[in-house]
């Protein structure tokens, strides 16, 4: 499975972490997040870019309160790594 994940602008912890730890992070936009094996928003906007009518088949993983350990967390588990 790929290890992509999509990240919200803004998110820079949670980039950093996920980063350091092996996975390669996209922008989060239509076109990367196709491929994304999850994705991750900071939940200000449960509706990024329309991203409910996205047929991604990949996990959202919704940041708010939460600090970059437990998100890298949840997508470890998310994608089965």
């Known amino acids: 499975m790929s290890k992509r994940i999509a990240v919200e602008e803004g998110l820079t912890q949670v980039r950093d972490m996920l980063q350091n730890n092996?996975?390669?992070?996209?922008?989060?936009?239509?076109?990367q997040m196709?491929?994304?094996a999850a994705i991750v928003?900071?939940?200000?906007?449960k509706n990024v870019m329309g991203i409910e009518t996205i047929?991604?088949?990949a996990p959202v993983i919704n940041a708010e309160g939460l600090t970059a350990e437990e998100v890298f967390s949840q997508v470890n588990r998310s994608v089965g790594a």
């Open 34 to 36: 196709r491929e994304a």
């Open 41 to 45: 928003i900071s939940g200000g906007d």
């Open 55 to 57: 047929q991604t088949g």
């Open 22 to 31: 092996g996975y390669e992070v996209v922008r989060l936009d239509p076109s």
